[in-house]
Nanobody, 116 residues
């Protein structure tokens, strides 16, 4: 009954923006730290960004610093990844990941393609 639904991926031009969302149900969302990962074809899955349960501490991969922003709305049980100034190398499947103590859940992934 735990469900993470990712959405709002798609095709965007270089320099464009997308906002990914991850809507959670079946858990106490506010307890969980949230991360976004991505995996490009033939590449290992990499950590993109993390936000703490309270939302006060965030961190980003060097490759996305200054361009991406992770956020959460605990009242809506939803996490977001705002992606600006997108580059072709950002093309990947993006996954949300929720973790609280020993509990961890992955979203299904959403495709982001950056291409002219």
């Amino acid at each position: 009954q735990v469900q993470l639904v990712e959405s709002r991926g798609g095709l965007v031009q270089p320099g464009g923006s997308l906002r990914l969302s991850c809507a959670a149900s079946g858990l106490t969302f506010s307890r969980y730290a949230i991360s976004w990962y991505r995996q490009a074809p033939g590449k290992e899955r990499e950590l993109v960004a993390t936000i703490t349960s309270a939302g006060g501490v965030v961190n980003y991969a060097d490759s996305v610093k200054g361009r991406f922003a992770i956020s959460r709305d605990n009242a809506q049980n939803t996490a977001y990844l705002q992606m600006n100034s997108l580059k072709p190398e950002d093309t990947a499947v993006y996954y949300c990941f929720l973790k609280w103590t020993s509990l961890a859940y992955w979203g299904q992934g959403t495709q982001v393609t950056v291409s002219p």
